[in-house]
Every structure is written in structure tokens, then in C-alpha cells.
């Protein structure tokens, strides 16, 4: 698959950036007379405004892109998949409490209290950060999970766990095979949107600060030099598109490969029983 | 029809106490002090400080100052902007128009394109067009809206000089203009904002859309629509797309967080002066009660969001009555 | 109106030499190999088979539902004498809902459920006639009653969700039948129902069909159904016709093995019998019909003939055709049997 192919070659990209990149991405060789200077072979993207690489900065920030939004989704996707399995699994009470929750978390606008959280939290580090997008974004995953769960537990095989003696914690374990998929799916859909989210909040100042080259703080600084310097801005921005199409590629992938969705032919669509 | 009015409503006023609450307990718990970022940077004298503290109430307890903000917050009293030195609720009054003209303008365009895009690919569906403009979706969907903007800006504001570059009016021309002028001039800087706003969020509508008509395309009772002699155009827009309306306008609604987090971007790359620029500067500022204030705009936004998303899916499909 | 004068011919209905192909994952599927079906005005005729044969997809052709290009280029269907394959798009649509309607087999599916059940009703009259909306509500209402939908009035301002499977059935057949067609395809109208709302469904179409003197195809795996209503009837087994008769014959002397299995498969009371007959084995894939005659791995009789030459239509008896080399060679019947007709034999009757 495609999208596949992509994500692997961005993702190696990323952990191989010290041996690819050219220069080192924090290095200023020359403030002046190399200050925005256009592509070249020597900087493929050209510099920016203190004459660091564009090009290496790009692969490095490549690493925070990823790290944030893998991390973030497979945290998201885990605290989503406990609550859910809980709640689909859980008397009535305990699933219409927590998901009542959910509904009403679901309703917060999440930028904003993200934006808020890092805002008076200054100097957060990496980890507040990925813990911070994902303590705020897995209640989707919690309906998708309940909601499978449910599905499961009307299956025979799921009874007969019950009745063989098995309690609900058996139960939990033998239902994440199933379940899996639906969070593998999610999670990665949800990759490409937390790539995002994250380039966002640097752009805003928030998030990841320089030094560290992000590619929303990159956006940011070339932000100025938009109309003198555009590569500052455009290839972290190209960067970002094509990493997100790339997971969203393979999470659409992953959801047909795993949901097949009775595609089978004109045959049965058209006529149903012949 | 009440019962659900009502409880939705409650659901509402829910949502916006716990944002309220949440962000009160974020500014007071995180390190540092509400407010006094700038000063404390600049090492101001403790005296000072501690005078700004007591004029804000920062030094009672947390239990009382929360009391004291919710007593005054449901008599219209939001407090006093500390960086603006002006009423929280003026400022309030003043900007969150902007934002919402940008935001509904955006709305109803990914709205009218997304469903267009959907319904050009459903009734191709399988077809190089469909793939083709899959693809343009997928990658406005993936594409980042401030970056976004900030090219168009480059483009339609620099290179082809068709737009105006930022802001919300032409400064100075705009007082001189009659009624028409200033709206044709707000017209011309609405543009570019709302067009980045609203082309992530029309690739989303669209993809989501597509699936859903090529689905009741499929459907028997499409079929008999058919059957009846309809002409395609009416297969399609009487049945088709009526029967699957319904989750595209709960999606609208449940967009609504999405927008105004891409209002923020967007209006800070423009310099569209309304509440997503305000809540930043704000927040970064630790403008407390101005934080408060948009906190409490963010969730009744969003809450109304909700509120209309679900009203509108009952209205539309008979079966959840 | 019309561009080709209608040809005053024998037949309502003139099915020739349909094919019928698909494209699916596994090959070329030939759904429906080369079928001819006639219905004269007036009469009911029943197309009858195993799910799988071609039958619904068949119904579909009649009035095009089915992509053009599945359908061969050498077949033909004529109604009132004008060749459906030939009409441009806007006279096509002026025969679907007017002069041929279907109704469908799931009543749940084919009835929109976003639309209330007076305004679907009375869209098949708008797409036809120049009448206003409420005119045509009142037209829609009228039908309704006429189906046996009780308080039609206000059930026509409700939704499909709200009605019973029998009362869906009904405002489809309201649907189909409020422009007067001269051809009605019933496309397995009981099978989605109760036993019991079967019958009723089936009197109403009776009495409808009376009425309104319109032919009626009447499309089911069930022979008994086919039983009271039809005066002929085809069956279709993988794709072909393999027999046509009037219902008498068919019931009193079937000469093709398949119906003769159907046949034997209906439950009666009058008989003893510990299990219930079948027909062994299943229909084949559309994909890969067997050779010869396509019924011999599942026949009693098949001699040698059978695997390697596929029988025409031959005439059994007057009115009476099958596809079946035991038409030619009778004898075969009596001394070709093995395993279960050959028991069957032994045991009184």
C-alpha cells in the first residue's frame, strides 16, 4: 500500500536524520552573509533568518512531528480503549456514567484548553506535552470501543466465556484481539490530526520553542519572511501536508483492509438474493 | 420535542460551567501567577505586585474567588481585561462578531462545497474524477489551515494583488466609506480567511459525505425511486441526498470546536481581529478574566454547536422521533 | 409522444434471448444465458427458481434498472410491441411507474426512510401526470385505501418505520399500481413476510389484477404461490429456462427433472413422510456453470448426454417445453433413476 510506503519512509527519514541531514540544524555558519539564502546545492531549502539549514531543520523536526503524534495517538488510543472496554462491558450504571462523560468531554473545545494548559505551563516539556494531547482527545476512541465492545459481547462465544466461569476480566482479554483492530484504525486516523494539532500550537508560540527546529515553529519564524525568504515557510509546510496525507493514506488503508465492508460486487448489491 | 429541547439545553449550560471551571483551575494551579507574567519578567517591585494581586481578589482563597467570578460572571459582570484595560464584556461584544461572521461564512461554504464535491463523486463513484478529486480532498484535509492561508495570502495578496493582505478592513479608508463601501471592503478581507477556514473543513465534509451518498445510491429504495420513471436528478437530490443529510449536519455542528480552533490560526495569520486572535493573545498574556471571558464564549459556541447539530438531525430524519 | 408507433403484437411482453453478464471478483458471472419469456395482456405468469437462477435480475431488465452494459447486445425486450433496449432516456422513464411498474422484494429497503409514505405514493403519480400536489396526495390517499391500508389518511403523513412489514408491502404495491400499469413484476412479493400476511398480499394482488385487467410476472422461489395465481409458468435454473407450461401441467406432469425436485419438495399434508424431500446439492456459481446441461450434477437421470450436450427447449406436450434430454428418451425416466427416486419408488404412496 501506498500510504504504507510513505509513512515508512518518513518515519526512517526521521530516526536516520542525524546521519541524513547535511548540517547540523542548530548550526548558524554565517548570520550574515548567509541569512535567507535561496536553494542551493549546498542548502537544498536554502537558510533562514539566522542561516540554519533549511533542509536539516526540516528532517529534525520530522522527529518531533512524529514522536508527538504517534505517541499521542497510542496514549489516546489506550486511556479510549480502558474507558470503552469498561463501559461496554460494565453494568449499566458504570457505562451510562462514563459515557455521559464522554458526550459532555467530547462538547470541550479542545484547543482551547490545550492552548490554556501549555500557555500556564511554560516551559512544558516533551512528555506534558504528548501527555496533554492525549488526556484531551481519547473520548472519541471510547465510543468507537464501546460501541464494538457491545457488538462483541452479544456474540455467542462471548456468553459462553461467561458461562464457563470466566469473569468480565477474562472477558477483556479475550475480546482485544477483536478489539485491536478498531483501536489500530483509530489511532492511526488520529495520527495525521495530532501532527496538526501540534504543528498549530507551535505556530502559536506554544508547544515546542526554539531552538528545537518543529516544523510549526518553522512555519512561524519564516512567517515574517513570507514574501522575501517564502522557502522558510513553504517546505516545513509541504512537509507537514505530506506526512498527514501519508498516515491518513495508511489509516484508510488499514480500515478498509480490516472492515471489509461488503464491497462484493454489483452482483449482490444489485439484486440481493438472485 | 421540549423534554429534548430542554435537556439539551441543560447539557449546554453544563458544558460551559465545566469549561469555565476547568480553565479556572488550570490558571490557578499551573506554575506561576495569573496575570503577572510581564511583570514578574521584568522583576517588578514586590509591592507592586502584591497591589495588583489584591486588586484582582488573586490573593483570597480559590473557593472564594470562584464564587466571586460566577456570582458576577451571571450579572453580566466579567470583569476588567488587564492587558486591555477595558471591560471584559465590551471587548467581548466587540470581537466575537468578526469571528462569527468569518466562522458562518466559512460554515456555510464547506458546507454547500463539501456536499457539491460529494455528491460530483458519488454519482461517478469508481471513476477517475471520483479518484482524482479523492486525492485534492485527502490533501486538503491533511494540509495544515495556517500554512494554508499564509500561501493564499502570498498568492492572491502579493503575487496577483487581487485580495487585500490581512486585517479586516482597509485601515483609514474604511471610515470614509459609505455603508455599502465598509461592507464591500469587509467583503474583500473576508475572503482569504474564510476560504482557508472553510477549505479544510469542506475536504473533511466531502469525504465524509461521499461515503455517505454512495451508500443510499446503492440502496433499494434508490432503486425504486428508479423504478417510478424519476429522472436522475431527482433520484438524487429528492431521495439520495435527503436520506443522507442527517449525519452530515450533526457532523456541521460537532464541527464547531474545530472551527474555532482553526478561527485562532486563521485569524492570527491574517490579523482578523476577533475572539480566536483574542483568546491567544489572552492566554499568552495570562490575561485572566479575559481568559475566563472567551472560555466562556468557547463553550456556549460549541455547546450551540451541539445543541443545533442535534435538533437538525431530528428534524431531518423521522426515525429518531 | 411516442416516436415509434406501437406495434399491435401478440405478446405485452416479448423477452428474447436475454443475457445477462457481470464482472465479479471470481470471472464473468453469465447471470442470465439466453431467456425467452412472452406474457400476454391480462394473464399472470410465473417465473419461478432457486435464489442464485437469474430470475430477480431478470425483472430488473425489463424496465433497464440493470447497467446497460450487462446486457447483451443480441437480446431483445419488447413491451406493447417497443423495443425497451432502443428508447432514449426521457421515454424509458415515462414507462417505468406508468405503463410497467415493479414492486420490490424488502419492503423495509425500497421505501425511503426519510420521506413520508403519502409523498413517496404520490411521487409516481407527479413523474407521470401534470396534476397539483394536492391532487395528487388525494390520488395517493385513495390508492392506499384500495390496498387495505386502514386510516389511510393519516398513515399517508407518517413515515415507513412505523408500519408492519404487511402494511409496507401494501404502499408498495399502492406505489406501483396508482398510475395503472398494463404490467406489473411482482419481484417476490411474500418472501419478506409472515405466512399468514402472504396470503392476504396475495389475494390483494388478485383482486387488483382483476380490476385493473393488467398482466402480472410474478417472480418466486415458491411454486405453491405460483400455484393459485399463475395460468403459466418458467422455470429458470442457472440462468437458462429449463421449463415452461401452463400451472396445470407443471403440477400434474412436470417434465424436467429440477421442477420435478421442486415439486417433491413442497411439504403436503396428505402424505406420509418422515423428511422433507430436496433437491440435492447447490446451485452452481454464476461464474462457472457446469457443462452440458447445467442441471446434471444434481439429477437423478444424467446419463452421458447429459454432462457433455446442452439440451434446447423441447416441446413435452402442448403448451409444455422443457430443456431436458428425457424429453427425447422417456424411457430413460423409469430405468435411469438412482439413490433416492429409486427408494422413492419402492415406498407406497
Redesign the interface.
Known amino acids: 500500500m501506498f500510504g504504507l510506503a510513505l509513512v515508512t519512509t518518513i518515519v526512517l527519514i526521521a530516526i536516520l536524520a542525524p546521519l541524513i541531514a547535511p548540517h547540523d540544524p542548530l548550526a548558524m555558519p554565517d548570520p550574515v552573509l548567509l541569512r535567507t539564502a535561496p536553494p542551493s546545492r549546498q542548502f537544498l531549502f536554502g537558510t533562514d533568518a539566522f542561516s540554519r539549514d533549511v533542509f536539516s531543520r526540516l528532517l529534525f523536526g520530522a522527529r518531533v512531528s512524529l514522536v508527538v503524534g504517534i505517541a499521542s495517538a497510542a496514549l489516546a488510543v489506550l486511556i479510549g480503549g480502558a474507558v470503552g472496554i469498561a463501559a461496554g462491558l460494565g453494568g449499566p450504571m458504570v457505562d451510562t456514567v462514563l459515557m455521559r462523560g464522554v458526550?459532555?468531554a467530547?462538547?470541550?473545545?479542545?484547543?482551547?484548553?490545550l492552548?490554556?494548559?501549555l500557555?500556564?505551563?511554560?516551559g512544558a516539556p516533551l512528555s506534558a506535552l504528548i501527555a496533554l494531547i492525549a488526556l484531551t482527545g481519547w473520548f472519541g476512541a471510547s465510543r468507537l470501543v464501546r460501541a464494538h465492545v457491545r457488538q462483541l459481547a452479544e456474540e455467542p462465544w462471548a456468553a459462553a466465556t461467561l458461562a464457563l466461569g470466566g469473569g468480565k476480566r477474562r472477558l477483556a482479554r479475550h475480546l482485544l484481539p477483536h478489539v485491536a483492530a478498531t483501536i489500530i484504525v483509530s489511532a492511526t486516523l488520529d495520527i495525521?490530526n495530532i501532527i496538526?494539532l501540534e504543528?498549530?500550537l507551535s505556530?502559536?508560540?506554544?508547544g515546542i520553542g526554539p531552538p528545537t527546529p518543529t516544523w510549526?515553529n518553522m512555519?512561524l519564524e519564516g512567517?515574517d519572511l513570507?514574501?522575501a525568504a517564502?522557502w522558510v515557510?513553504?517546505a516545513?509546510?509541504l512537509a507537514?501536508?505530506i506526512t498527514?496525507?501519508a498516515f491518513?493514506?495508511l489509516g484508510d488503508g488499514l480500515r478498509d483492509a480490516l472492515n471489509p465492508r461488503g464491497t462484493a460486487?454489483?452482483?449482490n448489491?444489485?439484486?440481493?438474493?438472485? | 420535542m421540549a423534554r429534548f429541547a430542554l435537556r439539551r439545553v441543560l447539557a449546554a449550560i453544563l458544558t460551559v460551567g465545566l469549561v469555565v471551571s476547568i480553565t479556572f483551575l488550570l490558571a490557578h494551579l499551573a506554575p506561576g501567577q495569573p496575570m503577572l507574567a510581564d511583570a514578574e519578567r521584568m522583576h517588578a517591585d514586590p509591592a507592586r505586585i502584591a497591589r495588583i494581586r489584591a486588586e484582582f481578589g488573586l490573593d483570597r482563597p480559590l473557593a472564594v474567588q470562584y464564587t466571586m467570578y460566577v456570582g458576577n460572571a451571571l450579572r453580566g459582570n466579567l470583569g476588567e481585561s488587564f492587558t486591555m484595560r477595558r471591560s471584559v464584556g465590551e471587548i467581548l461584544r466587540e470581537r466575537l462578531p468578526h469571528t462569527a461572521l468569518l466562522a458562518g461564512a466559512a460554515l456555510l461554504l464547506a458546507f454547500a462545497a463539501g456536499i457539491a464535491i460529494a455528491a460530483i463523486q458519488a454519482t461517478r463513484a469508481g471513476s477517475w474524477t471520483d479518484a482524482g478529486v479523492g486525492a485534492v480532498t485527502l490533501t486538503f484535509h491533511s494540509t495544515p489551515s495556517f500554512w494554508l492561508g499564509l500561501i493564499l495570502m502570498v498568492a492572491f495578496g502579493q503575487w496577483l494583488g487581487w485580495l487585500p493582505v490581512g486585517g479586516m478592513t482597509t485601515p483609514v479608508e474604511h471610515e470614509q466609506m459609505g455603508m455599502m463601501g465598509r461592507m464591500v471592503d469587509v467583503g474583500r478581507h473576508l475572503i482569504l480567511p474564510a476560504l482557508t477556514l472553510a477549505l479544510v473543513l469542506t475536504a473533511e465534509i466531502a469525504r465524509y459525505q461521499r461515503g455517505a451518498l454512495v451508500d443510499a445510491l446503492g440502496s433499494e429504495f434508490v432503486r425504486a425511486a428508479r423504478a417510478k420513471g424519476l429522472a436522475e436528478r431527482a433520484v438524487l437530490l429528492r431521495h439520495a441526498l435527503r436520506a443522507a443529510l442527517a449525519p452530515v449536519v450533526v457532523l456541521a455542528g460537532m464541527s464547531v470546536p474545530a472551527l474555532l480552533a482553526g478561527a485562532v490560526l486563521v485569524e492570527t495569520v491574517f490579523g482578523w481581529p476577533g475572539m480566536g486572535r483574542l483568546t491567544r493573545d489572552a492566554i499568552v498574556t495570562r490575561d485572566y478574566n479575559l481568559i475566563l471571558g472567551a472560555a466562556i464564549i468557547s463553550g456556549a459556541l460549541v455547546a450551540i454547536g451541539n445543541l443545533a447539530a442535534d435538533l437538525g438531525a431530528h428534524a431531518l430524519d423521522p426515525r429518531t422521533r | 409522444m411516442t416516436t415509434s408507433p406501437p406495434v399491435v403484437g401478440p405478446a405485452l411482453l416479448e423477452i428474447r434471448d436475454l443475457r445477462i453478464t457481470f464482472r465479479t471478483a471470481d470471472g464473468i458471472a453469465r447471470a442470465v444465458d439466453g431467456v425467452d419469456i412472452d406474457v400476454q395482456a391480462g394473464e399472470t405468469v410465473g417465473l419461478v427458481g432457486e435464489s442464485g437462477c437469474g430470475k430477480s435480475v431478470t425483472s430488473l431488465a425489463i424496465l433497464r434498472l440493470v447497467d446497460d452494459g450487462m446486457i447483451g447486445t443480441g437480446s431483445s425486450i419488447r413491451l406493447e410491441g417497443r423495443d425497451i433496449m432502443a428508447l432514449p432516456g426521457k421515454e424509458l422513464r415515462a414507462i417505468r411507474g406508468n405503463h410497467a411498474a415493479i414492486v420490490f422484494q424488502e419492503p423495509a429497503s425500497a421505501l425511503n426512510p426519510v420521506l413520508s409514505i403519502g409523498d413517496q405514493v404520490a411521487e409516481a403519480v407527479t413523474t407521470h401526470q401534470k396534476v397539483s400536489k394536492k391532487e395528487a396526495w388525494d390520488r395517493a390517499v385513495e390508492m392506499l385505501k384500495t390496498v387495505g391500508i386502514p386510516d389511510a389518511g393519516s398513515r399517508a403523513r407518517g413515515y415507513p418505520h412505523q408500519l408492519s412489514g404487511g402494511m409496507r408491502q401494501r404502499v408498495l404495491i399502492a406505489m406501483a399500481l396508482i398510475c395503472r400499469p398494463r404490467l406489473l413484476i411482482a419481484d417476490e412479493p411474500t418472501t419478506a413476510l409472515d405466512v399468514t400476511i402472504q396470503a392476504e398480499i396475495l389475494a390483494l394482488l388478485e383482486d387488483l389484477q382483476r380490476k385493473l385487467g393488467m398482466a402480472v410476472l410474478l417472480i418466486t422461489h415458491n411454486l405453491s404461490i405460483v400455484a393459485e395465481s399463475a395460468q403459466r409458468v418458467y422455470v429458470m435454473y442457472a440462468g437458462q429456462i429449463v421449463e415452461q407450461a401452463t400451472t396445470a401441467m407443471i403440477f400434474a406432469k412436470p417434465a424436467h427433472p429440477y421442477t420435478e425436485g421442486l415439486l417433491a419438495a413442497i411439504p403436503r399434508l396428505d402424505q406420509r413422510r418422515d423428511r422433507l424431500e430436496q433437491i440435492t446439492g447447490q446451485v452452481p456459481p454464476a461464474t462457472a456453470w457446469p457443462s452440458g446441461c447445467r442441471f446434471h450434477p444434481r439429477c437423478p437421470y444424467a446419463w452421458d448426454k447429459c454432462r457433455t450436450e446442452m439440451p434446447p427447449l423441447l416441446d413435452a406436450g402442448p403448451g409444455q417445453k422443457a430443456r431436458c434430454w428425457l424429453v427425447e428418451e422417456p424411457e430413460r425416466r423409469a430405468d435411469g433413476r438412482t439413490g433416492k427416486q429409486a427408494d422413492q419408488q419402492k415406498r407406497p404412496r
Do not use: M, Y
Open positions: 458526550d459532555v467530547l462538547a470541550l473545545p479542545r484547543v482551547f484548553i492552548l490554556a494548559a500557555a500556564l505551563w511554560e495525521g496538526l504543528a498549530g505556530f502559536l508560540g506554544l510549526g512555519i512567517r513570507i514574501f517564502p515557510a513553504v516545513p509546510g507537514l501536508t498527514v496525507i491518513n493514506l460486487g454489483r452482483w448489491r444489485l439484486t440481493g438474493s438472485v
